[in-house]
C-alpha cells in the first residue's frame, strides 16, 4: 500500500500541497492549488499514521460521503477524495470568514446579535436539513461566520445523511458527538433526529448570552446524563435584565424531549427574528433552576425516558432493506475462499436489488498483551485492512449507496460479529469455513459458533477439492480475523 507523503511542494492527483494550516486532534489542514481550479482550496487529511482511534477513520469516511452530496452556500463545496489506499485526503473550498470559536471570549454578546446570528444559523440548519443530513457537531468552532453574513458548517465527520448507511452507528456502541453541546437522544445513539441540531444551537446561544454552558464542559458517560434531569441556570439569573422572549426561545432549544423543542429549525429562525411575536409560558418566566424534589423525580424518571426513547427509535425507523453481511477472510493463503465467497455474495445481491451489502471483517485484538496499532513498517493495521476489504469487494461492482465496509476490533471475533448482526438487523450472513482440525473439533470454531448463535440465516462457503469438501478459514480467527 503506496502511501503519499504530505509535505510543502508536493504534488497529489494534480494538487500542490501549500503551507500546513491547522494540525486538530483527528486531522490535519493544508492549503492546496490546481490550476483548473480558481478558488480557494483546503485538502483535508485524517491523523492515521500515528495510530489514531477507528472512530476518527470510519469518521473520516462519513464525511467523503456526505460532503459531495451537499449544495448551496452552508457547507464548502466538494472538490476531489483520495482513497485510504494511497493518501486519504478531502479537497474543499476554503470558506472564507472565521468560525464563532473566537467570539466565545466576548460573551455575554449583545441581545440583538445573539438573535441576529442564532437566525443566521438555523436558517443554515434548515437548508442542511433539507438536503436530509443532520450535522450532530455544533460548536463554536464548526460553526463559519462569512463575510458576506452566511453561516457555513464544516467538519461533518459525525454527521448523518438520511439516505445513506450511518458507518459510526453501525460500528460503534459509544454515543458520539461532543460533550457541552450533545442531545440527550445522542446518549442513546439515536443519530436521525434533526432536532437534535435545535439542542446544539440552543447550548451555543446560552454560552453566547450568559458567557457559560448550561451543562459544564462534561467528560463521561454519568456527566453527560445529568442533563436529563438537572435543568440550567435561567439566563436571568446570570444576566439581570436578561429578555424574557430569548430566555423562552434558549430553553425550549434545550428541552430533554426533541417534542418539546422547536420542530424545525425554520420556526426557530422565526422567533429570533421577531421577538415581538414569541409567546411567552414558563420558560419565559423561569428565575431559578428546579427544586430538589423535582429533579429527583426527573432522576427517577431518566431511565423510563431511556427505554421510551429507545421504542420511540425503533417505532420511527423506515421500512427495513435488507442487510446482507459477508464475514471476509483476508488471511494470506485464504485467496481462493475469498474469491469463492465474492462470487457466492455477487449472486445473492442480485437477486435482491433493494438489499445492502456489509462487509465485514475483524481485527483480533489481545485480551491482556498491549495492541499496537501500527505493523513493524509503520502502517496503520486499521486502514491496511479496510483497504484490502474494499479490494475483495470492488470486483462486484456495487454503488456506494449498497455498499459498506467494516473493520471491527475485538479480542473475541465471533462475539464481535454476532454483535454487529444483532446490532444492525442483519438479514443473512455468508462466510467461510475453516479447514477440520482436532483443535477446532475440541475448541470449536468460529464458523461453528456463529451458525449456532446468529439471529438470522446463515450461508456457509466451502471449497470443493477433488478429494470431497475441505473446509477453508473464517474470516475472525485468531491467525487473521
Known amino acids: 500500500m503506496a502511501r503519499e507523503l504530505l509535505q510543502t ?127 450532530l457537531d455544533i460548536k463554536p468552532s464548526n460553526v463559519i461566520h462569512k463575510p458576506d453574513g452566511d453561516i457555513a458548517f464544516v467538519d461533518f465527520g459525525l454527521s448523518r445523511h ?17 460533550g457541552p453541546y450533545m442531545a440527550p437522544e445522542q446518549l442513546f445513539r439515536i443519530r436521525d433526529d434533526r432536532r437534535s441540531d435545535i439542542f446544539a444551537l440552543g447550548v451555543l446561544l446560552y454560552h453566547l448570552a450568559v458567557g457559560v454552558r448550561p451543562f459544564g464542559f462534561p467528560r463521561n458517560g454519568r456527566a453527560l ?12 439569573k446570570l444576566v439581570p435584565g436578561f429578555p424574557p422572549w430569548l430566555q423562552e426561545i434558549i430553553l425550549r432549544c434545550l428541552e430533554v424531549r426533541p417534542e418539546d423543542r422547536y420542530p424545525n429549525a425554520e420556526q426557530l429562525a422565526f422567533d429570533l427574528r421577531h421577538a415581538d411575536q414569541v409567546e411567552l409560558g414558563p420558560r419565559a418566566r423561569r428565575a431559578a433552576t428546579d427544586g430538589l424534589f423535582t429533579r429527583a ?54 437477486s435482491f436489488p433493494e438489499a445492502r451489502l456489509a462487509c465485514v471483517n475483524v481485527l483480533k485484538q ?43 476490533e475485538a479480542p473475541d471475533p465471533a462475539a464481535a460479529l454476532l454483535g454487529y448482526a444483532r446490532e444492525n438487523d442483519v438479514d443473512q450472513i455468508l462466510l467461510g469455513a475453516r479447514a477440520s482440525s482436532t483443535l477446532r473439533r475440541y475448541l470449536g470454531s468460529v464458523s461453528a459458533q456463529i451458525v449456532a448463535e446468529a439471529p438470522c440465516t446463515v450461508t456457509v462457503v466451502r471449497l470443493k477439492q477433488l478429494r470431497g469438501e475441505v473446509e477453508s478459514p473464517v474470516p475472525s480467527e485468531p491467525a487473521q480475523a
Do not use: C
Not at 164 to 173: H, K, M, N, Q, S
Not at 225 to 236: A, F, S
Not at 366 to 376: C, G, I, M, T
Open 9 to 135: 511542494g508536493a504534488t497529489i492527483d494534480g494538487f500542490l500541497i501549500g503551507e500546513k494550516i491547522h494540525v486538530g486532534g483527528m486531522a490535519e489542514l493544508w492549503s492546496v492549488t490546481r490550476p483548473d481550479i480558481d478558488v480557494p482550496l483546503l485538502m483535508k487529511a485524517p491523523l492515521i499514521l500515528d495510530g489514531e482511534d477507528a472512530e476518527a477513520i470510519v469518521g473520516f469516511e462519513m464525511e467523503q460521503m456526505i460532503l459531495p452530496m451537499l449544495t448551496g452556500p452552508h457547507a464548502p463545496r466538494f472538490f476531489a477524495a483520495g482513497d485510504f489506499a494511497s493518501q486519504p485526503y478531502i479537497v474543499m473550498e476554503r470558506l472564507p470568514g472565521h468560525s464563532l470559536f473566537p467570539r466565545i471570549e466576548d460573551a455575554p454578546l449583545p441581545t440583538a446579535e445573539i438573535a441576529d446570528l442564532g437566525a443566521r444559523i438555523a436558517h443554515g440548519l434548515a437548508d442542511l436539513h433539507a438536503q436530509n443530513v443532520v450535522h
Open 162 to 178: 438520511l439516505h445513506l448507511p450511518d458507518l459510526l452507528a453501525e460500528e460503534f456502541r459509544l454515543p458520539m458527538g461532543t
Open 225 to 236: 446524563r445529568r442533563r436529563l434531569w438537572k435543568d440550567p441556570v435561567p439566563p436571568v
Open 297 to 350: 423525580k426527573r432522576f427517577f424518571a431518566a431511565a423510563g425516558y431511556e427505554r421510551a426513547t429507545f421504542a420511540q427509535r425503533t417505532q420511527a425507523q423506515t421500512p427495513h432493506a435488507p442487510i446482507i453481511m459477508a464475514a471476509v477472510d483476508l488471511t494470506p493463503g485464504g485467496e481462493a475462499l475469498a474469491a469463492e465467497l465474492r462470487r457466492i455474495v455477487g449472486e445473492k445481491i442480485a
Open 366 to 408: 489481545n485480551r491482556v498483551q498491549l495492541n499496537y496499532a501500527l505493523d513493524a513498517e509503520g502502517r496503520n493495521l486499521h486502514v491496511q485492512r479496510l483497504v484490502e476489504l474494499k479490494d475483495w469487494a470492488r470486483p462486484l461492482g456495487l454503488a456506494q449507496t449498497r455498499l459498506t465496509f467494516h473493520v471491527l
